[in-house]
């Protein structure tokens, strides 16, 4: 048996976001993602399924709610363009209002003193907020630009249900969190890769977590 501590030293805080990656579903793009200011997470109203029997509930079964997300940044990657219906047709020649491509996104937020959680948002929609453009005065403000994501979930897997967003603390396992960021946003042999929740589940096992 083990006492209840509070106040442990170095607490587990969460803070601050980082390594922003964009992957174009539609072209195969993975591209860094530059100047990203906050990412919102938000998160629906349960979804409840109540059992009734004779007239009386006996039961509830509830599943998380919808997930969507903002982002926050003062530029985005090229390839983001076709993700929000901006289509190029010459160089330099853009046309909005075209169809959208589906895109996943990952970033990193800090925990603790030295380790980092990896999330990754999969099968994402975007829509932009309105952008105002204002005179220059003697100082110059960058334009802050918000995406709202909605997100389609992905097909079962063993032991989840349909997700939309996963996370990996690297708190827990510093070696494997090294070999899943590899993956995503490559090293000198190998180019970035998105990474699908089965193909890390098949890390786990191979690590014996």
């Known amino acids: 048996m083990a006492k209840l501590v509070w106040a442990t030293p170095n607490p587990k805080y969460q803070y601050g976001v980082s390594h922003g990656v964009l ?3 539609k072209t195969g793009i993975v591209a860094p993602w530059d100047g990203l200011v906050d990412v919102t997470e938000s998160y629906g109203e349960p979804l409840k399924n109540e059992i009734y029997l004779n007239g009386q509930k006996i039961g509830e079964s509830n599943h998380g709610g ?4 903002e982002i926050s940044a003062y530029s985005f990657p090229f390839a983001f363009r076709d993700c929000l219906g901006i289509q190029e047709i010459f160089k330099g020649f853009f046309a909005t209002q075209q169809a959208q491509s589906e895109f996943c996104f990952s970033y990193e937020t800090k ?3 030295d380790k980092s959680i990896l999330h990754i948002l999969y099968n994402c929609k975007a ?3 309105s952008v105002n453009y204002t005179t220059i005065g003697r100082t110059v403000d960058p334009i802050l630009r918000k995406y709202k994501l909605t997100l389609r979930p992905l097909s ?5 249900v349909g997700t939309t967003h996963i996370s990996i603390d690297q708190s ?3 070696t494997l969190f090294e070999v899943i960021t590899t993956h995503l946003y490559g090293n000198a042999n190998n180019d970035p890769k998105l990474l699908l929740p ?3 589940q098949e890390m786990y096992k ?4």
Request: no cysteine.
């Open 172 to 174: 827990w396992q510093p």
């Open 206 to 209: 191979e690590f014996k977590i």
């Open 66 to 69: 919808e997930y969507s997300a």
């Open 127 to 129: 829509a932009m907020s």
């Open 111 to 113: 925990v603790g003193e």
């Open 23 to 25: 992957y174009n579903l």
């Open 156 to 160: 079962d897997e063993p032991g989840m």
């Open 198 to 200: 089965n193909e890390i």
